[in-house]
Nanobody, 121 residues
Framework: VQLQAFGGGSVQAGGSLRLSCVAS????????MAWFRQPPGKQREIVAH????????YYGDFVKGRFTISRDSAKDTVYLQMNSLTPEDTAIYYC???????????????WGQGTLVTVSS
């Protein structure tokens, strides 16, 4: 399975960005897609995950209703709509895929290349 992420960029605090991740290859082997992020100097953390059925949606505590994960199974694409961004959201954002439903990065077998999100104050 190959994952390709799009949509990162620079935005001012309070702004919005939408990330997309397109999966290709043997996508039947994965059921959960997720977004992780790695802020500068910090560990990678989960932002959100979603099951292929659209259920089992989970958000990291820091999301606080600002982000929405969604999935278009017909297009093998997962989206992350991010609103009310703050400088603390600055990070490289990665999409990932796994057979099961997990929150830890080590449990995800497939990873995209990462896309940088920079939020300025």
């Amino acid at each position: 399975v190959q994952l390709q992420a799009f949509g990162g960029g620079s935005v001012q605090a309070g702004g919005s960005l939408r990330l997309s991740c397109v999966a290709s290859g043997h996508t039947d082997s994965v059921n959960t897609m997720a977004w992780f992020r790695q802020p500068p100097g910090k560990q990678r953390e989960i932002v959100a995950h979603i099951h292929k059925s659209g259920s089992n949606i989970y958000y990291g505590d820091f999301v606080k209703g600002r982000f929405t994960i969604s999935r278009d199974s017909a297009k093998d694409t997962v989206y992350l709509q991010m609103n009310s961004l703050t400088p603390e959201d600055t990070a490289i954002y990665y999409c990932a895929a796994a057979e099961g439903i997990f929150k830890k990065p080590l449990s995800y077998k497939y990873w995209g290349q990462g896309t940088l999100v920079t939020v300025s104050s």
